[in-house]
């Protein structure tokens, strides 16, 4: 399929018009989180039941409390419930679910169980486990990149047998060189190796990481791109043979290989550069026999030469990047592509528009290392507004679990540029108020308020360096002088306890803080965020 | 009417009158008086408008930390005892025992250290994991493990006291 350079045009994309035709009555949704009530929100604007599946830490949880229909699937721990795919897959037959939605983690990219969706006749909302196969793993990704004349990194395209290939493989692409795990993902099993003497132990450690992580050893070598640009594109396929590309994310803002902060579109991607990347992704998917929304990624060194990392099979976390500035539902288009519908739109009729800017927020501790935080959220006050959106899978008293991710929403600020992504953002952080746990919006308006990340001078080892710059202090500030409100309500909030309360009434002037507090309550303060 | 309030590491001394009108606030800091109008928006959020100036207060009653939010500031606020603060950040001074708590819920995955070994400051202890991330706890201080209250495969709250270093 022909593809054209995209172009930025201040007028809507045009939307064709599509006849809602999809097949689908009940769609489980195998996932929890913000993830599962994004896509539980689809099925509901698509007219599509829901079933959602929950563990025992999960029975308040928000995408429980949505759904139509939510069934137990077994204690905490992922491993006895959302990794359950046997259970997961006899609920959905139970139920009369006609489709599966993994969301992303979990069993998104497990061939296996997209495996048995297929035997079972229960469609998976994603790729054939074949594609699955061949692009899950590293390695085999790298023969089908090469196969579709793709750049990567130099390096190897098989897993390595010993530390001695390691060596010959580093001798010939140079030092420095990266370690990665075959089957790997989030950082684990990666080691970066500056010279010979360091990559015997960095391969054992790589090595037995994975194995530890993914239950493969199996680990490769590739060129180490110094500073480079983590860039993706995001690529739709249809089962009648089109695919199109949606544009890039720049996702190099990160910590430990995490994505912090991801944008679209990337602030140093320029039309042809976008149409070469959105060409070669679709070369990919179309040679692996791909369909439904994927993912490929790229580091792009300074020279704007681009280099294939990898694919993700799946839905990305980032994906509301791409909706804003494309004005597509990607999860309405990952349901109809499922249901046998063709692409209702061509690579020609993608347009840009804006920019969008998306913060993951955590429950970690910033000034503490990062430490995970869960716990009860006391207090939540959303942002709104206009060009926000918030996708979370939070409320206030929820207590958010110690057992998955720490993921609580997605912040994402849309404008009609960049600058005003960052201005807009940086309001609506000061709108957002989680208490109760440490959450790491703090470290968001750091970034958003620093020069090198306002001039889009980032590359993925941009946030360690600040961090290392600029550490986050231990323990605030002690000795600086406490602003005067903060006193004031201080003394206000102790006399609003019941006690001082009591006393209070009984100078008659007027009822107390607490008084005015129940009174605030009863006419309704629910109605307030609406 | 009189109030200690402990904010910051520090104690207070705030006079509060209530003023003509609801809501209204005459507020005393070190002889300065305010005049605040103070509206409950709901349980532990805060509006007050002082000299037309607007603030909005959250008040976060975080388990180990409770603290008011004013904007992205997190000012910390209602210690019970000033004298646990003085004494956290004389920690890693030396003086006396020191004690290593949980800092979150988790599972205990490893143990580092054994029952009377000498460690130095900063080695680490514990290990802890949860939401997926494991995190090394240190020694606050340099001394021998006297008590050891945890091992692999134990589930702590936040608080629990795991070891302590004398």
Same mark, same amino acid.
């Given at each position: 399929m022909p593809t054209r350079a995209f172009s930025f045009s201040p007028v809507a994309s045009p939307r064709l018009s599509v006849p809602c035709s999809v097949v689908f009555r009940k769609i489980l949704i195998a996932n929890r989180g913000e993830i599962a009530l994004r896509v539980l929100r689809a099925c509901r604007e698509l007219g599509i039941r829901t079933v959602a599946v929950f563990s025992d830490a999960d029975r308040g949880a928000p995408h429980v409390l949505e759904a139509d229909e939510a069934w137990r699937l077994g204690p905490a721990p992922a491993t006895e419930s959302y990794l359950r795919g046997d259970r997961i897959l006899e609920l959905a037959q139970q139920t009369g679910a006609d489709a599966i939605h993994p969301g992303y983690g979990f069993l998104s990219e497990n061939a296996d169980f997209a495996h048995a969706c297929e035997q079972a006749g229960v469609k998976f909302i994603g790729p054939p486990s074949s594609a699955m196969r061949m692009l899950g793993s590293k390695t085999n990704a790298r023969q089908a990149a090469d196969a579709a004349g793709m750049p990567r990194t130099p390096g190897c395209v098989t897993g390595l047998a010993s530390p001695e290939e390691a060596l010959d493989v580093a001798a010939a692409v140079g030092y420095p060189v990266m370690l990665k795990a075959a089957a790997g993902g989030g950082g684990k099993g990666m080691r970066a190796v500056f010279s010979p003497d360091d990559l015997p132990s960095a391969f054992a450690a790589a090595s037995s990481e994975a194995e530890r992580a993914f239950g493969s050893g199996e680990v490769y070598l590739e060129k180490l791109i110094e500073r480079p640009r983590h860039i993706e594109i995001q690529v739709l396929a249809d089962e009648h043979g089109h695919c199109v590309s949606l544009g890039e994310r720049e996702c190099s803002v990160q910590r430990r290989h995490q994505k912090v902060i991801e944008e679209a579109p990337s602030a140093v991607v320029g039309e042809n550069l976008r149409r070469r990347m959105g060409e070669a992704a679709v070369r990919l998917a179309k040679s692996a026999g791909y369909t439904n929304a994927g993912t490929i990624e790229f580091l792009v060194d300074d020279e704007q030469k681009f280099y294939f990392l990898e694919m993700n099979t799946r839905l990305q976390v980032e994906h509301p990047v791409t909706e804003l500035v494309t004005g597509h539902d990607l999860v309405h288009l990952q349901i109809r592509i499922a249901a046998g519908e063709p692409l209702p739109f061509s690579q020609d009729d993608v347009r840009l528009r804006g920019h969008a800017i998306e913060c993951r927020v955590y429950a970690e501790d910033p000034a503490n290392g990062f430490m995970p935080s869960p716990g009860r959220i006391t207090r939540l006050l959303q942002p709104g507004g206009p060009g926000i959106r918030e996708d979370c899978g939070? $409320?206030?008293?929820?207590?958010? !679990? /110690? %057992? $998955? %991710? !720490? /993921?609580?929403?997605?912040?994402?600020? *849309? &404008? !009609?540029? +960049?600058? /005003? &992504? @960052? &201005?807009? /953002?940086? +309001?609506?952080?000061?709108? $957002?108020? @989680?208490?109760? @746990? +440490?959450?790491?919006?703090?470290? *968001?308006?750091? @970034?958003?308020? %620093? !020069? %090198? *990340?306002?001039a889009a001078r980032i590359d993925t080892g941009y946030l360690d360096r600040l961090l290392a710059e600029h550490p986050i202090p231990q323990v605030e500030k002690e000795d600086g002088a406490v602003p005067i409100p903060a006193i004031a309500a201080a003394a206000l909030f102790e006399a609003s306890k019941p006690t001082n309360g009591h006393a209070l009434n009984g100078n008659g002037a007027h009822g107390s803080v607490w008084k005015t507090a129940a009174r605030g309550e009863a006419v309704g303060w629910k109605s307030h965020r609406g | 009417m009189k109030l200690q309030v402990e904010i910051q590491g520090q104690t207070r001394e705030v006079e509060i009158e209530p003023g003509e009108a609801p809501g209204q606030w005459a507020i005393r800091v070190d002889g300065e008086v305010v005049e605040a109008d103070a509206h409950m928006v709901r349980p532990g959020v805060l509006s007050l408008l002082i000299g037309g100036q607007s603030h909005r207060l959250v008040l976060d009653p975080h388990a180990e930390e409770p603290a008011l939010l004013l904007g992205p500031q997190r000012i910390a606020y209602g210690v019970e005892d000033p004298r646990s603060l003085k004494a956290r950040r004389r920690h890693g001074g030396g003086e006396g025992p020191a004690t290593l708590k949980a800092s979150m819920p988790g599972r205990v995955v490893r143990v580092l250290v054994e029952w009377g070994a000498q460690i130095e400051a900063h080695q680490g202890v514990v290990v802890i994991e949860a939401m997926k991330m494991q995190n090394e706890l240190k020694s606050p201080k340099a001394g021998k493990v006297v008590e050891l209250k945890v091992s692999a495969g134990d589930t702590v709250s936040a608080g629990d006291v795991l070891a302590i270093i004398a």
């Open positions: 939070i $409320y206030e008293g929820w207590v958010v !679990p /110690m %057992d $998955y %991710d !720490p /993921m609580l929403s997605k912040l994402v600020a *849309f &404008a !009609p540029t +960049r600058e /005003m &992504a @960052i &201005a807009r /953002m940086l +309001r609506a952080l000061d709108e $957002y108020v @989680i208490g109760g @746990i +440490r959450t790491n919006l703090g470290l *968001f308006r750091r @970034i958003l308020r %620093d !020069p %090198d *990340f306002c | -």
